[in-house]
């Protein structure tokens, strides 16, 4: 160890192992300044005051058990090296503990002082090399980003140039065009659009990679979004005579997801279907539910195309990936959409696979997590299994201003969202994500662990700051309203999560209310009340 | 008086200057340009555009100075102003609308996106488009 006075972490239950520890440690070394705690909670809240230069650790605690113990700490301080205290029958535990990220593991009462110091340093010794690599690692993808959006940028803009002047050309600004030129015009034009949208794979191919792709999840009716795609590859699907259609099952609850992201994972799925389906044939998607899963929805691509063989199949989503057999003649493309749109699902915690049969088509499903109020709800009003004392809830429901219908809605809906944000406290309450009613307004609804004076205070705060934007007082009205929500007693024998659906049962039927009153009966309303029905295990 | 619309073009590439003042005018605007943003803060005062077509990268000043001045100036603080970018959306578009930008559209643009978000912000009774982008 070759700082002075090494800061050890020791966090072990029984007083009789600690104090062999302590021995142990400091037979190897005098100066070694040792703090042990008998808790998990304890340990957790040391190391989150300041970083020992090693955590031994005992995995069986009165607050945690097994492989939750070892989990907690290097995730609490992912750059701490831990080292476990096993017993003589936990080898294998000990050894899964090394598996996900602790750096040694040592026996108890099996070892001697000089091996605890070997153990100990060469951990700190491993844990910094990890550490060195990663940040190398985190620079360079750094530098691919910024390197990646520099090229993108000045490839952009002699692209521009193309694009504008093609068109001028097609539209006839510069004069007649016969209709050889107008063929030739139009090749020019369909690859300036190819170059642009690699230029725009390649940089969020990037983004994914360093992890600098950003969703804001929010309630979404499926069946919406997939219409949107629907509509938007139309044109190319009529063009090679191909059928594109829709199949969504009714009754799917909205789903929690990023509308934009949603929408390019389903283009990018429905291009690569057009694109290898041949003339005649057919794409369709499909949205449903699933017996055996409760939590996601299951959205689909099939297409009648040639197929992709097995070996593909596993490939098929990695970067720059391209099929070897591509007996088609149309452009590969960089073989990054796949790979784009499974991370798009992976972010909202959804998966992606593909079934295929040569000769007769391919389908690609993900899966989206269905919106769950009690889910979102569950750390606001529940701390460490127990009901907090008091829940708010407050909602403003935001209208655009009639005068200046194309204001800029699109911009002061997240700005809302935003400065809501701001004012709440993190660890107690939550912005949940808005409603919209047919009346074209926004709902949003804050739910605070707070009694009655601390939401009389955290409403002035929200009022104060909506007034204060100078965007959203020219382009709409707000109006606030503070509602104290009567909480369940808990009967005996409910755990927290019944209690914490029942909850949001409550906040459901608040906000179905206050859409009902704004004039608004409809097919949105109802799916909130479907929220209430999906389950949360 | 002419009652075409009078816009701005504010880009320091010569050709996208040109390609986009064809179009424009091919489309009944009337255009003047300018090339830096010092520039555009003087040809704003001097021909009170309808509207601007900021570039972000610009000589003397950028797209997000120009949007800082037109602000603070009570004579030009009305006039909208559209940002047509090569610029990361991801970085750029929050940034710029909260400069006071009345929409974003990120380079290349589609001609009849760009055209549907002139006549929207010239016209707010216009149903529908702007700020779509």
Known sequence: MSDQHPHVLLIEDNPGDADLVRLRLVESRSDVDVQCVDRLSAGLSRLSEQ????????????????????????????????????????????????????????????????????????????????????????????????????????????????????????????????????????????????????????????????????????????????????????????????????????????????????????????????????????????????????????????????????????????????????????????????????????????????????????????????????KLLKPVIAVEGKLRDSISLITVELSPLHSSSMGNWDRDCPQCLQLLRSCILRDKDTVLPPFENSSGGELFLVVASTDEHGVKILEKRIREQLEHSQELKTGCVFQIATTELQLPSQHSGESIEQIVQRVAEVISEAAIAKIHRTGNSNSRARNIGNLSETKTN | MSTKPKILIVDDDPDLRKGLNLRLRANHYETSYATDGFSAIAMAQKERPDLIILDIGLPAGDGFVVLDRLQQSAALSAIPVIVLTARDPQFNRERTLQAGATAFLQKPADNSELLNVIRATLNPAWPGTAGAS
């Open chain 1, 51 to 374: 970083q020992p230069a090693v955590v031994l650790l005992d995995l069986n605690l009165p607050d945690s058990h097994g492989a939750d113990t070892f989990r907690k700490v290097l995730s609490k301080a992912p750059g701490v090296p831990v080292v476990v205290l096993s017993g003589q029958d936990d080898e294998e535990l000990a050894l899964k503990a090394v598996h996900q990220g602790v750096q040694d593991y040592l026996v108890k009462g099996n070892f001697d002082s000089k091996q605890l110091a070997r153990a100990m340093r060469y951990a700190m010794e491993r844990q910094a090399l990890i550490t060195s690599l990663d940040m190398s690692r985190r620079q360079q993808l750094q530098f691919e980003d910024q390197f990646l959006s520099h090229v993108s940028h000045e490839l952009r803009t002699p692209l521009t140039c193309i694009h504008q002047f093609t068109t001028i050309m097609l539209d006839g600004i510069a004069g007649e065009l016969n209709g050889e030129q107008r063929e030739h015009l139009e090749t020019i034009l369909r690859s300036s659009n190819q170059l642009r949208s690699m230029i725009g794979d390649l940089l969020e191919a990037t983004r994914a990679e360093s992890g600098k792709i950003s969703i804001e999840p929010r309630c979404l009716v499926l069946g919406d979004v997939i219409q949107q795609a629907i509509s938007m590859m139309k044109a190319s699907a009529q063009e090679k005579r191909i059928g594109l259609e829709a199949a969504v099952d009714t009754g799917i609850p909205m789903v929690y997801a990023d509308p934009e992201r949603t929408l390019q994972a389903l283009l990018n799925l429905l291009e690569n279907a057009i694109k290898f389906t041949p003339a005649e044939g057919s794409v369709m998607v499909k949205a449903c539910l699933v017996d055996a899963d409760h939590d996601f929805a299951y959205i689909s691509v099939a297409d009648t195309g040639r197929g992709i063989t097995p070996e593909a199949r596993n490939l098929i989503f990695e970067r720059l990936y391209q099929d070897p057999n591509s007996i088609d003649d149309s452009r590969k493309g960089l073989g990054l959409g796949l790979y784009i749109t499974r991370e798009l699902i992976r972010l909202h915690g959804g998966r992606i696979w593909v079934e295929s049969q040569l000769g007769h088509g391919t389908a690609f499903t993900f899966t989206l997590p269905l919106f769950s109020m009690a």
